[in-house]
């Protein structure tokens, strides 16, 4: 089904939870203001529900909107639908108060890096047809698939159809979870390298937040990084204070990561912090053979633990203990 | 002079967080025993290594460290009865995220050592302070940016 | 006296001719990631051209995000840190860029008060901006009282001409710059295609009627819905050549105590937060509205200018694409057509 077909269908879905009063809100996206965006819209007056729209710009993990005993209605692609299961593992929401409205996800398109694909161009408009792209703007129209132009985090996406679904919308997609290849690449590189990377990365950092806030795990109260009594990191962006803030959110995120990337295409400066929540879900799923997201029964991996855990890391001079 | 040799004369500054039950006690007996180790660790006693927030070892570091060492109760001898298996889980993957962004390699060590292995506390930090020595001061990145 | 600069080899002759003066810092755009920042430059092959905005505003050359304003040792002899720069240009700034710089001059430096931190980088540095050809979908500057070729805030404005750039000094320091590279300048009114230039960017709303309607509507209910997906983050603030607050935090570095400007912004909740616990902004929408009121009216009132450029940056850089226009029109898009 098309795009524009599941608009419609997901329009009409809402419409119909809210007069029957299945749910206060229902979560979606509707058109954005610029070319190539696709906006959070939250909508409770089901006259509103035609604003409803789904195409390959859909690209905000929506879970980030629910909010306890609200009951709401969410348009959950894969990667919503894993941040629902870890936030209900949580306890964080009650899994009958959110009706998924579920829609199997071909992966989302990428704003940058149809850029790069298209120096020069300004776009001014696009058009979408069966994962076909045509953006106006330059001296032609020009065309690029989809899935050329895909998010990282989409093109290694390890479940793209909904884990958990009340109404199904659309046809499944194949699953091809990828493993991850990113995570091998990089950890190939030297370590003065991968060093020289992160420092990288690190000074592009504004301390907005914006990785924080578009988060749907990141759910504490208060962070770590508002506190200033203990001050745990300091403000400001000194090179070893910023990285320490990443660090410390990617640890508070470990096992929990549903590997969304809604923190790195949040950041306005396009900071990578899949270097740091990739390699923990890689060692995650090695060592506790655990993927967050994808079971809704499976214990959280730090919340547990074995007496037969791999510890080849606690050193241990010469000797053994009895 | 090698740069061997210079870092033979300088002193690392390694933090140690030490459980309250065993690897503390395990101090104890190492200075009661009148074991000789090198005086480069500031201990901090903590009451589990389950408290052990990796924010405290990313502190450590932050303010000056040149390595970190942590050390609880071997597997099975918790005195919270899971604390330490709890960490174990954290520690593993903190050590594997900072080798994996070119961090603090070879300066941040786990271990485990009883109320009783005195001898094992002196030799765990020989070893960590041999290992610190070797790679001389740590790098730290200055401050400013843009 | 004109001199027509065509196309990007002369900008790089530009370029070339500011690098050569002794002593100067040039600060260029150059690429950071997918796109641009304003930094120092030491050749002109580090410099981007032909970039289509910076994501980041060159706001940092004037307040750095983490800025030192004095240092205490432990015997209590305290330092100030008051920079003392060589003279700087920074070139290739938009025409909005420029005139937010012109605005943070009002702010930090005019008024009976002068912070001597801003003060001491501005005086030694040298604005030389790149007039614009055509609006990226997100530009807005003419309905914040801009343009594409404003000079407001520019030394030098190079503005497009035919397939080239001519040369306008725009202040006296400008043409004193002009004659330290030796290139030619035009006088006022030299470029016939000024006129032309941006004449499709018709103004949004009627930034006099948003100020009025603005102060009637503190309790308006649609400041909820227009804001409900904001994520409180600060990205719009951060990446804004015209936001300013900042928050002043000790630290200790190798046993000195410093004492720092940070960059801080109203998005984020712990800015109004009192020592009590109470907060008079606790909720988004108070804090989106706190943004409107203080680019929009607020500093009208202190400043004589609204706090907004209109570069459009916030409209690309917003996670959630909250497009600030939106909120302009919704309260003051009556008092146009």
Redesign the interface.
């Known amino acids: 089904m098309n795009g524009a077909g599941l608009s419609s269908r997901i329009a009409e879905t809402a419409a119909r939870l809210l007069s029957e009063g299945r749910a206060e809100v229902v979560i979606g996206f509707e058109q954005g203001s610029i070319p190539m965006r696709a906006t959070p819209c939250l909508i409770t007056d089901p006259a509103d529900a035609g604003r409803l729209i789904w195409n390959a710009f859909c690209s905000n993990n929506l879970a980030r909107y629910l909010v306890p005993g609200r009951k709401s209605a969410i348009v959950a692609k894969g990667c919503d639908s894993r941040a629902i299961v870890e936030l209900v593992k949580e306890r964080r929401l009650k899994r009958e108060d959110v009706v998924v409205i579920g829609v199997p996800c071909r992966g989302m398109a990428d704003p940058s890096a149809i850029a790069r694909r298209f120096p020069g161009i300004c776009v001014s408009s696009v058009d979408e047809t069966d994962g076909m792209l045509t953006l106006y703007g330059g001296p032609e129209p020009v065309s690029v698939p989809v899935s050329e132009v895909l998010h990282a985090s989409c093109r290694l996406c390890a479940a793209r159809n909904p884990v958990i679904c009340d109404i199904p919308l659309g046809d499944p997609v194949v699953e091809n979870d990828p493993g991850f290849p990113d995570v091998e690449a990089f950890a190939a590189l030297p370590a003065d390298e991968r060093r020289a990377r992160v420092e990288a990365e690190m000074s592009k950092c504004l301390r907005c937040y914006a990785c924080r806030n578009a988060c749907p795990l990141c759910t504490c109260e208060s962070c770590f990084a508002d506190s200033s009594q203990p001050q745990w990191v300091a403000r400001g962006t000194h090179p070893e204070d910023v990285l320490a803030f990443h660090v410390m959110r990617a640890m508070h995120l470990a096992g929990r990561c549903v590997e969304c990337g809604a923190c790195v295409r949040a950041c306005p400066t396009g900071v990578d912090l899949s270097i740091f929540n990739r390699r923990l879900a890689a060692d995650v799923a090695e060592l506790f053979g655990s993927r967050a997201g994808l079971d809704e029964n499976a214990p959280q991996p730090l919340a547990a633990y074995s007496m037969d855990d791999s510890q080849d890391f606690i050193l241990d001079p010469g000797r053994k203990p009895e | 002079m090698t740069d061997t040799d210079k870092n033979a004369a300088w002193e690392p500054r390694i933090v140690a967080f030490l459980c309250n039950w065993c690897s503390y006690a395990g101090a104890d007996s190492a200075g009661v025993g009148r074991m000789q180790y090198p005086a480069s660790v500031r201990v901090i006693r903590v009451p589990c290594a389950g408290r052990i927030n990796?924010?405290f070892i990313?502190?450590a570091f932050?303010r000056?460290a040149d390595g970190v060492l942590v050390s609880g109760c071997?597997?099975?001898d918790c005195h919270y009865i899971?604390g330490n298996?709890?960490a174990?889980?954290?520690?593993?993957?903190?050590?594997?995220?900072?080798?994996?962004?070119?961090?603090e390699?070879g300066r941040l060590?786990?271990?485990?050592v009883?109320a009783s292995?005195g001898v094992?506390f002196a030799?765990?930090i020989?070893?960590?302070t041999a290992k610190v020595r070797e790679l001389g001061p740590a790098r730290?990145?200055?401050?400013?940016?843009? | 006296m004109t001199d027509e600069i065509t196309g990007r080899d002369a900008l790089v002759r530009f370029l070339e001719r500011l690098l050569a003066i002794p002593g100067m810092t040039v600060y260029a755009p150059v690429a950071e990631g997918d796109g641009a920042v304003f930094d120092r430059i030491s050749s002109v092959s580090e410099a981007l051209l032909d970039f289509p905005g910076a994501v980041r505003s060159p706001r940092h050359i004037l307040t750095p995000m983490t800025e030192k304003l004095l240092s205490m040792g432990p015997d209590g002899r305290v330092e100030e840190a008051i920079p003392t720069p060589g003279p700087a240009v920074l070139f290739g700034v938009r025409p909005c860029d420029a005139r937010a710089i012109a605005f943070l001059d009002r702010v930090y430096a005019g008024g009976d008060r002068t912070d001597p931190y801003y003060r001491a980088r501005r005086d030694a540095l040298t604005i030389v901006s790149l007039g614009c050809r055509e609006p990226r979908p997100t530009c807005f500057c003419t309905t914040t009282g801009g343009g594409p070729l404003s000079p407001e805030g520019s030394d030098i404005l190079l503005e497009p001409s035919g397939k080239g750039w001519s040369v306008r000094a725009v202040s006296e320091k400008g043409r004193a710059l002009a004659d330290a590279t030796g290139i030619a300048v035009e006088s006022d009114g030299g470029n016939p295609d000024a006129g032309s230039i941006g004449a499709e960017m018709t103004p949004r709303v009627d930034i006099a009627v948003l100020k009025k309607v603005l102060d009637e509507s503190f309790d308006d209910p649609r400041w909820q819905t227009l804001t409900a997906k904001c994520l409180g983050c600060g990205a719009c603030s951060f990446i804004c050549p015209s936001c300013h607050c900042f928050d002043i935090v000790d630290g200790e570095e190798d046993g000195v105590t410093v004492r720092s400007r940070i960059w801080d912004t109203c998005q984020f909740k712990a800015f109004t937060k009192q020592a009590s616990g109470h907060d008079p902004r606790p909720t988004g929408a108070d804090r989106f509205r706190h943004r409107m009121m203080h680019k929009f009216s607020y500093c009208i009132d202190s400043y004589g200018m609204p706090g907004c450029v209109g570069c459009g940056r916030c409209v690309e850089a917003c996670p959630v694409n909250l497009d600030i226009r939106r909120l302009m029109e919704a309260f003051g898009g009556d008092g146009l057509e």
């Open positions: 990796p924010f990313l502190s932050r000056g071997h597997p099975g899971s298996l709890g174990r889980r954290k520690f593993a993957l903190l050590g594997r995220l900072l080798g994996h962004l070119g961090l390699e060590h786990f271990t485990w009883s292995e094992r030799e765990v020989e070893t960590v730290r990145s200055a401050g400013g940016g843009r």
